[in-house]
């Protein structure tokens, strides 16, 4: 299997019901936020159906990683730390993804948001031609 990543870029002003359903079970409630996906034909669906607000490209490995060790959140709003993942058993944050990306593990049973809240990108969003990859590296480097 592959990882997706996909990152909403609009709003939600005057966003339809169905869609705004569909970005809801996507975890993408607000503009710039990101999530990691398990790619499968139903969540490639919903990104079609999604696809006027939100972006995504396919996540190579060590950028999944670079995103949790950055971005990542517990539920009480705390940084994914090393010590966490230790004490649910998960060595480091390489095995965190692979057993995501495997279908081992969900995040939220163990405690971890299932989406990433970024600042805008660096110069903004530009108009003409633009991968996630790219805006997400953006976005990161805004961050820090």
Do not use: C
């Not at 480091?92 to 495997?102: A, I, P, S």
């Not at 660096?122 to 990161?140: Q, S």
């Amino acid at each position: 299997m592959s990882l997706l990543i996909a990152i909403r870029t609009k709003g939600t002003i005057n966003v339809r019901k169905d869609v705004k359903k569909t970005l809801e079970m996507l975890h993408l409630k607000r503009r710039f936020n990101a999530t990691v996906l398990r790619d499968s034909p139903v969540v490639r669906g919903m990104l079609q159906k999604a696809k006027d607000y939100v972006i995504w490209q396919e996540l190579p490995f060590e950028k999944a990683v670079e995103l949790f060790q950055k971005r990542g959140k517990v539920n009480d709003q705390r940084p994914l730390t090393l010590e966490y993942l230790n004490s649910k058993g998960i060595n480091d944050f390489e095995t965190l993804v692979k057993l995501y990306d495997e279908g081992k593990i969900k995040l939220k049973l163990i405690g971890i948001k299932p989406y990433f809240g970024l600042p805008p990108p660096k110069k903004g969003i530009p108009r003409n031609k633009y991968t996630a990859l790219d805006l997400l590296e953006r976005m990161i480097q805004n961050g820090n």
